[in-house]
């Protein structure tokens, strides 16, 4: 009895200790970019770094002002949600609800497979297909644009949003359809007003899930967007080259003398890019508490 339990405890401090290491990551990772982002305040103002309309590394002196690349960034992702989303749950909805057995589990590998695909692959793809595409379709100069890469990254959302709202969907109770069916609602009637309703929780975290994977990501949008520090506007910026935070930290760092002014402000921008992601992850957290509480659950 005594060896069991010492065993139990043993057990209990390792899990306790693997939790306790990815706090401690967390923290480790928050201080390395806080402290280097920091050190550009030393030498460069923090409202022109927020609030400064140009990012141009290369004048005298040089201009770190973020709003290009943080509109940029909003831009491509609020693109890629509004692709993803609609296309991600109709096929969520289908596969879940209306395919039937055998559609469902050909369907699946596929999707698993879209996941698996390194980004490198869809920005190949987007730069030798959709970006001549584009280019032809609106008679643009170029068709590196913030509307390539929000086809990019929605395609590249798809297989996250499309799993998670699938088990989410899957996850309803029988009950709920069954009771809805007896009460003479239709088979849609009974998916739109019972089944979305009670999967609402998984489904925004599938959608903040998704948000999350467009904006951290970096080789496609690297690839097909045009790299340029404009601020776009809107509707008409999804048409014109656009770059986003993490191009500009993918782009530049190699290049950058260690403990420059330059450097530092890279470490400011991935720390905005952090924040940003951090504030993505609570809303989708609070937004999981909120319908659970209405659920009852």
Known sequence: MFHRRLKEKGIEIGLFLAAATTVVVLLFICIFLFRDGYLLFET???????????????????????????????????GAIAIAVPLGLAA????????????????KPFIEILAGIPSVVYGFFGLVVLVPLIKDIFDIPTGQTAL???????????????????????????????GSLALGSTQWQTIYKV???AALSGISAAVILGVGRAIGETMTVLMVTGNMAIIPGFPEGFLDPVRTMTATIAL?????????????AL???????????FIINMVADRIKRKYKLKEGL
């Open 195 to 197: 089944t979305l309703p």
């Open 92 to 107: 969520a909805i289908y596969i879940s609800e209306l395919a039937s057995p055998k559609i469902a589990d050909l369907l």
């Open 148 to 178: 390539t890469g929000s086809i990019m990254l929605a395609m590249m959302a798809l297989p996250t949003i499309i799993s998670i709202s699938e088990d989410a969907i899957n996850a309803v109770p029988l009950a709920l359809k069954e």
């Open 252 to 264: 530049e760092m190699g290049e950058v003398p260690k403990g420059s002014p330059h450097f530092h």
């Open 267 to 277: 470490f400011a921008v991935g720390s905005v890019l952090f924040i940003t992601t």
């Open 44 to 78: 460069s103002s923090f409202t022109g770094f927020i609030t400064g309309s140009s990012w141009y590394t290369a004048s005298t002196p040089p201009r770190f002002g973020i709003l290009p690349l943080l509109f940029g960034s909003f831009l491509v992702t609020a």
